[in-house]
């Protein structure tokens, strides 16, 4: 009996693909097609303008996602890779499997963006998130010298956690290794990834945990909870942007650009800021929801090009081991 | 060793273990000749090969050395909700490990309770990040698996040993040295090998409850290798390391533990005779369940906060692990059962070190190799939840091994001869004699095979279809969503879930009074 209701759980799921339409295969991260994230909205919006059919497969996150691609090479089943972000983009050029493919669109980065192969899709800045009644350090410095506990994630399993490790040393360049002695103290754990760190803040195990400026968004939209804040650091926040491109080996190239192009308009846009809790990369024609407008802007922004991030990486992380292993 | 007649033939048993070498062997291989460049080890690596073996070695050794009081306070006690005890100190193993992290954390952790309490009476919050927060954790997972694993040692010694002692008048120290303590000798060094191999894959518990890159394990860096730097051969040779200590630590349990059994025996209830020291085995058993029970009632009084949360997905991922952990555990005694008996008639080495590997293989290792060697045949998508089911049967395997061969042995040496003298064919052999003795045996190793597989992430995250998600993979994503009321709610489910599978399926196996 079971082996027949596995059987056809497998049929149901494959009778799907076997329609006429147009496949378009998008591999993307885990959350992005988990029913709370875009994903099934994404694939409504675009399904009703494109005549195709839209696959969306999900890969645990950002660096699991490339690997994948890696892993698939040449013929991989993908024709868009939609989550990579600017720390993996020379990696990823490096493989030779992505194609160029420019789109334009009036982007509301903090940056200029100018890449003929990755579009952004989405933005935040990486920050220390805390309850909104505790003050919080104004700097890596004041955060080092204070006792204030923070949780943050390993730079080997999580994209977040890579963040940091470029924030610190983009802030800080050859002191990156004194700031992390610093912060050895303060920091109560490291964790594999993001919601172990989160949920951990949010039992009170820290002061404050590394996430977006974008988390007390989720708090104060979904929950009605004011209570969570996002600290700006007066060395500027790191920002996170989260791209997609084309695989040079699809054979869906039109529909792939195509696709591209639905990506910076408002219908893709406008589902981002409440299901990614992430800004838009093009601001929607109705502007950011409501409760957007309380989040803390930090007053600059850090970010190394894709090429700096690959030649600091290495270095960055053996600093971050030793200031974290004494 | 001599052949000698067995009343059964070994060869499916050695059939299956084949099978799981080839799945545990050839899907590293698949990873290591996909690798474009061949690492070496760096210098990180090693220090992460001496973390993962000084935390692994101490919580084996601390796991078995607190389970054997309280498996033998249990072995000696009959008290009302006794069984209902011994089934609820499994749960911890079977949870998820981002739950039983925060249910632990929840506890022991710089708000937990126990820092509350501290608090109150003006002390500092304890301090559970560090090489102890590391062993407390796999302590509380492996606690009750040892418990267990050593409470049935227990309750297969032959009820007429105990009779007989209490005839000649020997006291509880007496009887511990005659007849307790060449049992534990024989059953600890297996019991060490299997959590000391579980402990040795342990990655996202180390890391957490060890506070920062000093607790690297081995698993860690092959997820690095995998994702940070793609480097599939150094993620092969660090699997193979894994696979290399856990075998070696196998093979000296298997020498550890060899000697005579207890013999044959009229298969009569146990009782005991032995009645000193209540008080110390109520400590005991207390001290056990409070451990235990604390963090698991911290996830069912944060998961009732989000029953009310929990959106129809959840319930139809819950329908979904039901199915896999059934199929699951039907793949894990279609396995099991034969390499047992084989094991039981002489042909051990390599059908039991096969048996162990399941442990020492990284999930991921194994994931990426059957996607590797998958997809050229097939969408592996298509496939996720028959291959999580066959994963999870490899993962449970060393368990089982464990529950069942000890029973098989005594069976062969008891009814074998017999058996072989009465000219019973092998099939009615299997299926008159040795199946239904081991009941209880096989109720146990399935129980424990349905509550694992129900529990575990596994694979299914690797070949994750968006339409499919087994319960645990819709907790990740429910957290990963910053629902974490709602991710509660599902832990209180799964928890429910593997417990009802356990029970079930243990207590089936249970005709009569001993648990």
Known sequence: MKHLLIAAGILSATSAIAADKPQLTVYTYDSFVSDWGPGPQVKEAFEAVCECELNLVGVEDGAALLSRIRLEGENSDADVVLGLDTNLITAAKETGLFAPNPVSAEFALPIEWSDDTFTPYDWGYFAFVHNADATAPANFRELADSDTKIIIQDPRSSTPGLGLLMWVKAAYGDEAPEIWAGLADNIVTVTKGWSEAYGLFLEGESDMVLSYTTSPAYHLIAEEDASKAAAAFDEGNYLQVEVAAKLAGTDQPELANKFLNFMVTDAFQQIIPTTNWMYPAVTPADGLPEGFDTLTVPAKSLLFSPDEAAAVRDQALAEWQNALSQ | ?515
């Not at chain 2, 008080?279 to 058993?285: H, K, Q, V």
């Not at chain 2, 029953?307 to 199929?327: C, G, I, K, Q, W």
């Not at chain 2, 028959?386 to 994963?391: H, I, N, S």
């Open chain 2, 1 to 515: 060793m001599a052949e000698r007649a067995q009343p059964i033939s070994a060869w499916p048993g050695i059939g299956a273990a084949a099978l799981v070498a080839a799945l545990i062997l050839g899907t590293l291989a698949a990873v290591a000749l996909r690798a474009e460049t061949s690492g070496g080890f760096s210098p990180a690596d090693w220090a992460a090969l001496r973390f993962t073996l000084t935390q692994a070695i101490l919580s084996a050794l601390f796991s078995v050395a607190l389970a054997v009081p309280v498996a033998r306070a249990l072995a000696r006690r009959r008290f009302p909700g006794r069984r209902a005890l011994i089934a609820l100190l499994g749960a911890p193993f079977i949870l998820p490990v981002i739950v039983a992290i925060l249910g632990l954390l929840q506890v022991f952790g710089r708000s937990g309770w126990i820092s509350d309490v501290l608090g109150v009476f003006g002390l500092p919050p304890i301090r559970i990040y560090g090489l102890h927060g590391v062993v407390l954790a796999h302590v509380f997972f492996n606690l009750p698996l040892a418990t267990r694993l050593v409470l049935q040692a227990w309750q297969e010694i032959p009820a007429e040993r105990f009779r007989l002692a209490a005839q000649l008048g020997c006291n509880g120290m007496a009887m511990f040295r005659l007849i307790e303590l060449p049992m534990l000798k024989r059953t600890l060094p297996g019991v060490i090998a299997v959590i000391f191999a579980i402990c040795l894959t342990s990655f996202a518990v180390a890391l957490t409850l060890g506070g920062g890159p000093r607790a690297t394990t081995i698993e860690l860096a092959i997820y690095q290798a995998f994702t940070y730097d793609f480097d599939l051969g150094r993620a092969a040779l660090l699997s193979a390391l894994q696979l290399a200590l856990t075998a070696a630590a196998a093979l000296a349990a298997l020498r550890f533990s060899r000697g005579d059994g207890f013999g044959t025996g009229l298969d009569r209830a146990l009782q005991r005779w032995d009645g000193g020291a209540p008080a110390l085995d109520a400590f005991w058993i207390a001290a056990a369940a409070a451990f235990l029970l604390l963090p698991l009632a911290s996830v069912v009084i944060s998961g009732l906060a989000g029953v009310f949360d929990m959106p129809a997905l959840v319930f139809r991922a819950a329908l979904t692990s039901v199915f896999v952990a059934a199929a699951s555990t039907l793949i894990l005694l279609v396995l099991a059962l034969p390499m047992a008996t084989a094991v039981a008639s002489g042909r051990h080495g390599l059908v039991e070190l096969s048996g162990i590997l399941g442990l020492a293989a990284s999930p991921l290792v194994i994931g990426t190799g059957l996607f590797i060697l998958i997809r050229p045949v097939v969408n592996p998508t298509m496939l996720a939840l028959p291959v999580t089911a066959l994963v999870n049967a490899a993962m449970a395997l060393p368990f089982a091994l464990r529950i069942l061969v000890p029973a098989a042995k005594d069976i062969t040496a008891r009814h074998g001869r017999l058996a072989l003298s009465l000219n019973m064919g092998k099939w009615t052999y299997f299926r008159r004699v040795l199946v239904p003795r081991m009941r209880p045996q096989i109720g146990f190793a399935a129980g424990l095979g349905a509550a694992l597989s129900m529990g575990d992430l596994g694979v299914i995250a690797l070949f994750a279809d968006p339409q499919i998600a087994t319960l645990p993979l819709q907790i990740y994503r429910l957290m990963g969503a910053y629902q974490m009321q709602a991710a509660a709610g599902g832990a209180l489910l799964l928890l429910l879930l593997s417990m009802g599978a356990f029970w079930l399926l243990d207590r089936g196996g249970r005709w009569h009074a001993e648990a």
